[in-house]
């Protein structure tokens, strides 16, 4: 973090050579005044306690070494007072006295350096925060302003696409409409893709957004699967959808947010799609369980190891398994963002047999306008 000491120094002003200097002779002129009141009176009177000042006075301004040797140099001098200047018997309250003295001389010392170095522990980690908050801005601003200029291209060569498919610029052959089709939808990947990084950066800067409403989990679950209908016919996967309700419409309510649950049911089947081999099924099962709403969508693959388990909701991380096509890491992060903005829960584990298990539930709500 090239940056961070810059921040730092800040917080933390550097004397200059005068300014030491100055403190070196407040200091030497203090001592010599507890000197005067130690050696001119009997040593039954400890001045020696006024050395703190001329401790704390070093802590505040110079290195660690200086505090040590101003300590030092006020124990020995409370102690040398016992025999110089030596006129009287010295007796044992009076040593108590000034080893009590010298006790205390060394504790402002010690504590002086340990509040030094929290002053400066906490003057690091807010330098480390501004730094963190500078640059999640910056990140933002870029990732804000990346996303945007990939987006314009992405859409117009999406519309160019399609308008080659619909003959506008001349007849095309089957072969021909194949690779445009390919194209088109190699296009909107890319689009969803830059969608969901800026979804993911703005979640994290600002929260979910949700606008909020009566919707039917069922209704956004068949929706998802119409629109995958197509990848899941390329990947050769079938996708199937279960429900243990009688009247499938009365059920699985929820208060939340249409476009954004929408988007959970799409990234957990595109999961569920991209790790479940040629042949193989993803099923989406729909269940009322004590006042929740509760969705898992299951695939056929190999399913999930235990060092993944922890960190399969994470931002940009993924799977070591048999992942057919490569993820961008953001897609179970963004449906985790998703749910838990909606107060639900969100899990993944492995099935009993073969594959894994993604879960979420929400609050169950009634049947609008009942």
């Known amino acids: 973090m090239p940056m961070l000491p810059r921040l730092l120094t800040r917080k933390i002003r550097v004397l200059t050579l005068d300014e030491i200097w100055r403190t070196y002779w407040l200091i030497a002129i203090a001592f010599a005044v507890v000197i005067g009141l130690e050696y001119l009176t009997p040593p039954e009177y400890v001045f020696g306690y006024l050395y703190t000042g001329t401790i704390l006075l070093a802590n505040s301004r110079l290195q660690r070494t200086a505090v040590l040797g101003v300590t030092l140099a006020a124990a020995g001098l409370t102690l040398l007072n016992l025999f110089i200047p030596g006129v009287e018997a010295t007796n044992l309250p009076t040593v108590a006295n000034r080893l009590i003295a010298v006790l205390a001389l060394v504790v402002t010392g010690w504590l002086s350096y340990r509040n030094r170095r929290n002053e400066e522990a906490i003057a690091y980690t807010q330098a480390q925060l501004r730094f963190q908050k500078q640059l999640a801005r910056i990140r933002e601003d870029f990732i804000s302003t990346l996303t945007h200029d990939l987006k314009t291209p992405l859409l117009g060569a999406i519309e160019t696409l399609k308008s080659f498919g619909n003959g506008q610029f001349g007849e095309v052959t089957s072969l021909q ?61 079938s996708v199937s959808l279960y429900s243990g309700a009688s009247d499938l419409q009365g059920f699985f309510w929820v208060n939340g947010d249409a476009l954004q649950l929408r988007r959970v049911f799409s990234n957990l089947l595109i999961n569920g799609i991209n790790h479940t081999p040629r042949g193989g099924k993803v099923e989406v099962v729909l269940e009322t369980d004590s006042g929740y709403q509760v969705v898992k969508v299951l695939d056929s693959g190999s399913g999930i190891t235990e060092e993944e388990l922890p960190h399969i909701f994470e931002r940009f991380y993924q799977g070591k398994g048999d992942r057919l096509v490569p993820g961008s890491g953001l897609g179970l992060y963004l449906t985790r963002q998703i749910i838990e903005a909606h107060g639900g829960t969100i899990w993944a584990e492995n099935r009993s047999l073969q594959g894994a298990k993604f879960g979420f539930k929400l609050s169950a709500s009634s049947l609008p306008g009942k």
Do not use: F
């Open 177 to 237: 409409g194949q690779v445009l089709q390919t194209m088109a939808r190699s296009h909107r990947h890319s689009l969803q893709l830059v969608e969901t990084l800026l979804d993911v950066y703005r979640n994290d800067a600002q929260g979910v957004k949700l606008q909020l409403s009566p919707v039917n989990l069922l209704t956004l679950a068949q929706e998802a699967i119409a629109t995958l209908t197509e990848l899941a016919r390329t990947r050769q996967v």
